[in-house]
């Protein structure tokens, strides 16, 4: 009983209170899930601008063989789902096991060739564009920060799990939450006791003193004050217990956290959950293996472990995930197992309300002149899907709201219909 | 701590990372410009900051085994953090960290690729301390005033910076477009300048510019290296074609014979270094990180900062003389106008609460909740500044941080008041605002302090009292927003 506060106890009713028990403790978690209803978006960030080539293999195309000689993956390797709407076959990167169980359960979208015109190379410009949805004027307010504009009143309404941040969640108003570990989320003092609340109450006074004249102070004392108003909130989710074992490495923690977080009913919307090292000039491996091998097996088998434990606890209906990257790759490959920065990439979607598939067409990597699916004289994938289309199915038809407030102008035309 | 003039205590905040007393002593009785002298000519102060490590009266580091700064990572950090506290020369510490956010090169992926000892090797070992050469941030500590020119050269020579954009593996027969593409956009004039195909070009023009491995004699010899080599057999020998001209000539690097081909990189490097446009965003990089990142450059601060620049053919001591003196530096509207970056604010809280007995380890892994990580930007264009500092975590781990200060040094505080101090509490807080040095505070706040200290029993100044409110005191100074400007 000790880790229910009489809040949770008259929501959960008795059935919590005898599994807490008779149960293990996560089916504790799935009888306090009831309560969690309310729909998340979880942003999965692939820093660094995600080879999509290799991550959904063309792999009957022969020029994608050619011109990645030393990391093209075997055609023979490939977790095999299928063609696209032309009839290209595509397949998984084998190290996807995960997202091909997703796949196949029919939860998993998969954009092809998501991306816009004149594509930044640039991994902070480009990272800045699709935080912002304006490619014309990537240094304003971010799409995920505008929304949260919209639904004013909880500073936990985001959650940003990497201490990074991004000009997706830079909204006019909300400031969105940085926390990384919530096991570290506590408050210190040098005291203890009512001498360490003594101190607290007056740091809080403290931190809410900054008038409007003072609006750089202000930002930071609102840190503070979010800060001591998400304590209670976040300590909350430590003692987790998901119902599946997480991978042990930093993406793995953070989808636990937001896991953590949904079942606990905290009220976050919008989760950023990212992973790096995806800028793979060098290293990127061969038959399959190395590198960009590793970091496919971080993501798929991160976001299955997520997926399941979603599943079990009945929340996964509530939830979507969104992946993006800054870029995709150069076709080609260099001389250290590597690729460059390129242009269109790709975007995921996985949920309970995902319509799976692969959407759009892939690029026929033929260098020729009339090759339209080509750019920057055949090096680069061209954008189809314009990636603000993405945003505006998942403003209107997943959060709920008007895409053409958030985003600055109507998007829907040309949108997957993935949800 | 506070000297008395406030504008040599926002010198000593921009310069260095606030105020011991021995460092206000070494400038007292000087001028404002006398001491600006004292801080950008830091060479004539000796550089033995290394040789008071392990003394009694500095801030502790901690050993794991032996204290190895060149080829341990964790101890690089702590050698670095220790100079920042105990350095006679701050300007330089504070510039090698302004290039460092710069040139953006992290250990991941470094010791990722060589391994931890030679990645700690090729980030921060000293010069002449082990064989091979001096690592990345010694490059920047001793490039800290000299000419951008010559640093630029130096850094795309470096081996740290080979293996983190992969020049090492930039051949004639495949060019590896990392780093020519990061020179241009974020080293030097940035976006806005060059084109896709000038990225093509510069890959080529730095083809053969990799390493040579000099292996040790057992695993993880601290004796291996790495260093430059000119390849010439895989430099691309023929001309390279730029949409801009190559220090003001043609826009042409012409082809040249295989062994004389280095000088592409060479042309390459002075003419970005060379060019007013590269002048003018370091003029604005440096604007943010010595007078304001509150409001956006002043054009006539970049158009003076550039002049100097370029008459002075790139060397930054020169830059830094006319910043300091500037009327955009002094101007006491801009005090306090700058987000400290976690680094400087841990460094002040040590200097301002004290460091006996504490060890500078202790700020390791806060400073990672606060978003900096030495040795390891988040990626090549550096950390986000300003604002992106003060995420909610972050703010909490500044203000877990000066709790983890402030009761380590609960008897040293509470000592430092004499039996005058302690006898009221409004001359308790005088105090600790002598000794810290936040912003300004307002009537209405700092009567919030005065009536923390005198909440929970009357006031008696007393050592148990003391003993529990100098450091909550000290805490809620160092945790304030008024405490994370410089």
């Known amino acids: 009983m000790s880790k229910f506060s009489r809040r949770e106890f008259l929501r959960d009713g008795v059935a919590a209170f005898t599994l807490s028990f008779a149960a293990p403790a996560f089916l504790v978690d799935i009888a306090r899930a009831q309560g969690a209803v309310s729909r998340n978006l979880v942003v999965i960030y692939l820093a660094g601008g995600n080879d999509a080539l290799s991550t959904l293999v063309p792999y009957t195309d022969p020029f994608y063989y050619s011109r990645r000689p030393a990391i093209a993956v075997p055609a023979g390797q490939v977790l095999q789902i299928g063609s696209d709407s032309s009839g290209k076959p595509l397949g998984l990167h084998p190290r996807l096991t995960g997202l091909q169980t997703i796949f196949n359960q029919g939860r998993l979208a998969i954009v092809q060739r998501a991306g816009y015109q004149n594509s930044s190379r640039s991994h902070f410009q480009g990272t800045d564009i699709w935080g912002t949805a304006d490619p014309a004027n990537p240094s304003g307010l971010g799409w995920l920060g505008r929304y949260l504009d919209s639904i004013p009143g909880d500073p936990l309404a985001g959650w940003n799990t990497s201490n990074a941040t991004y000009r997706a969640l830079t909204g006019l108003n909300v400031s969105v939450p940085s926390i990384t570990d919530p096991r570290v989320y506590s408050f210190a003092s040098p005291n203890v006791g009512a001498e360490a609340i003594n101190e607290r109450n007056t740091a809080i006074r403290l931190a809410s003193a900054a008038g409007p004249n003072r609006p750089n102070l202000a930002f930071v004392n609102t840190s503070a004050m979010e800060a001591f108003a998400t304590l209670d909130r976040v300590a909350s989710v430590v003692d987790y217990q998901s119902s599946v074992t997480y991978p042990n490495n930093g993406f793995g923690s953070a989808l636990k956290t937001v896991a953590a977080s949904i079942v606990r009913g905290i009220g976050t919307r919008v989760y950023w959950v990212q992973t790096g090292g995806f800028d793979t000039h060098s290293g990127q491996g061969n038959a399959g293996g190395g590198g960009y091998a590793n970091l496919m097996g971080t993501v798929g088998d991160g976001l299955l472990a997520f997926y399941n434990d979603l599943q079990n606890q009945g929340l996964l209906g509530n939830t979507l995930m969104l992946q993006f990257s800054e870029f995709g790759r150069r076709i080609s490959e260099n001389g250290s197992q590597g690729t460059d920065h390129g242009a269109g990439g790709m975007m995921m979607a996985i949920g309970g309300a995902v319509r799976g598939g692969i959407y759009g067409t892939a690029a026929n990597l033929n260098p020729t002149p009339d090759n339209t699916t080509l750019e920057n004289a055949g090096g680069d994938v061209t954008y189809q899907t314009d990636f603000r289309s993405v945003y505006a199915s998942v403003l209107d038809g997943w959060l709920g709201t008007n895409s053409t407030a958030i985003l600055g102008g109507n998007f829907r035309a040309g949108a997957p219909a993935i949800i | ?486």
Do not use: C
Request: aromatic letters at 12%; proline letters at 5%; charged letters at 20%.
């Open chain 2, 1 to 486: 701590m506070r000297s008395g003039d406030a504008l040599l205590d926002h010198l000593f905040r921009r310069v260095g990372f606030g105020a011991s007393a021995a460092d206000l002593q070494a400038v007292a009785g000087m001028s404002y410009n006398a001491a600006v002298d004292y801080f950008v000519d830091f060479d004539k102060q000796p550089d033995d900051v290394d040789t008071k490590v392990g003394l009694p009266d500095s801030v502790a580091i901690t050993t794991r085994g032996q204290f190895s700064p060149n080829t341990n990572i964790e101890d690089a950090r702590q050698r670095w953090l220790f100079r920042m506290v105990h350095t006679r020369r701050p300007l330089q510490e504070k510039m090698a960290l302004f290039w460092h956010n710069h040139f953006g090169v992290g250990y991941t992926k470094v010791a990722g690729t060589v391994g931890g000892v030679l990645g700690t090797k090729m980030m921060a070992t000293k010069g002449g301390e082990l064989p091979g050469p001096q690592g990345h941030y010694e490059l920047l500590r001793q490039g800290a005033l000299g000419k951008f020119r010559d640093l630029l050269i130096e850094v795309a020579k470096d081996p740290a910076m080979l293996v983190f954009l992969d020049g090492r593996t930039n051949t004639k027969a495949k060019p590896q477009e990392n780093f020519g593409r990061e020179v241009m956009e974020l080293f030097t004039w940035g976006l806005g300048h060059y084109t896709e195909s000038d990225v093509y070009a510069a890959a080529r023009v730095f083809s053969g510019w990799n390493l040579r491995n000099v292996p040790g004699t057992i695993a993880n010899d601290p004796a291996a290296y790495q260093e430059f080599i000119y390849n010439a057999a895989q430099h691309d020998v023929a001309a390279k074609t730029f949409s801009f001209p190559i220090s003001g000539g043609s826009n042409t690097i012409p082809a040249r014979a295989m062994a004389a081909g280095m000088q592409d990189g060479i042309d390459l490097l002075t003419s970005l270094a060379n060019h007013p446009d590269t002048a003018r965003r370091l003029a604005g990089k440096l604007w943010n990180y010595f007078v304001s990142d509150l409001d956006a450059p002043d054009p006539a601060f970049v158009d003076g900062v550039t002049n100097v620049y370029i008459q002075s053919d790139t060397a930054m001591r020169p830059v830094l003389r006319y910043i300091l003196n500037s009327r955009w530096f002094t101007n006491p509207g801009n005090f306090n106008a700058r987000y400290s970056w976690p680094a400087e604010f841990v460094i002040r809280t040590i200097k301002e609460i004290g460091w006996a007995g504490f060890s500078v380890d202790t700020a390791r892994v806060p400073l990672t909740n606060m978003g900096q990580t030495l040795f390891e930007p988040p990626n090549v264009a550096g950390w986000q500044l300003g604002r992106a500092w003060f995420g909610t975590g972050a703010m909490l781990a500044r203000m877990n941080f000066a709790a983890a200060v402030a009761s380590n040094q609960k008897f040293n505080l509470a000592r430092s008041f004499g039996a005058t101090e302690r006898a009221q509490p409004d001359r308790v807080l005088n105090g600790m605002l002598q000794r810290l040095t936040p912003a300004p505070y307002t009537t209405a706040e700092m009567n919030e302090m005065l009536t923390y200290l005198t909440t929970g029993g009357a006031w008696t100044g007393n050592d148990a009292q003391m003993n529990a409110k100098a450091p909550g005191l000290a805490r809620l100074v160092a945790g304030s927003g008024e405490y994370q400007f410089v």
